[in-house]
C-alpha cells in the first residue's frame, strides 16, 4: 500500500516555474513506477510525464517536452515535476501516480495503482 500526497501547485504567471513535489509513503517506493497526470476543467484526466522505478528513462507528452522535467529520489520516497515556461493551458489539476503493476503501461493510466488526492495549478495569462 503506497499513500501520495502532493505539493507545490499555485497561481503564476504565464512564462513561469513551479515545481510539484510527490511524498509517498512505504518501504517499496523504489519498486514502483511513477507518474504525473492532469485535469483540466471540462476535460478528461491526461498523461503528462512518467519515470521509471530506477529514475533511468522518463517520458512525457508532447505538449510539455522541453519544459517539464520529472524526476524522482528513491532514498526519500519523493517524486517532482518542474515546470517551466509555463501556459494557461497548463491549468489543471496535476495528480501524483504510482504504478506497481507489471503490466503497467508508460504514459498512460494503465497499472496505475495508486493515487494522489492532487494539487491545483493555475496559470494566469
Known amino acids: 500500500q503506497v499513500q501520495l500526497v502532493e505539493s507545490g501547485g499555485g497561481l503564476v504567471q504565464a512564462g513561469g516555474s513551479l515545481r510539484l513535489s510527490c511524498a509517498a509513503s512505504?518501504?517499496?517506493?523504489?519498486?514502483?513506477?511513477m507518474g504525473w497526470f492532469r485535469q483540466a476543467p471540462g476535460k478528461e484526466r491526461e498523461f503528462v510525464a512518467a519515470v521509471t522505478k530506477s529514475g533511468g528513462s522518463t517520458y512525457y507528452v508532447n505538449s510539455v517536452k522541453g519544459r517539464f522535467t520529472i524526476s524522482r529520489d528513491n532514498a526519500k520516497n519523493m517524486v517532482y515535476l518542474q515546470m517551466n515556461s509555463l501556459k494557461p493551458e497548463d491549468t489543471a489539476v496535476y495528480y501524483c501516480?504510482?504504478?506497481?503493476?507489471?503490466?503497467?503501461?508508460?504514459?498512460?493510466?494503465?497499472?496505475?495503482?495508486?493515487w494522489g488526492k492532487g494539487t491545483l495549478v493555475t496559470v494566469s495569462s
Open positions: 512505504g518501504r517499496t517506493f523504489s519498486t514502483y513506477g
Open positions: 501516480a504510482a504504478a506497481s503493476d507489471p503490466n503497467w503501461l508508460i504514459m498512460t493510466d494503465y497499472g496505475m495503482n495508486y
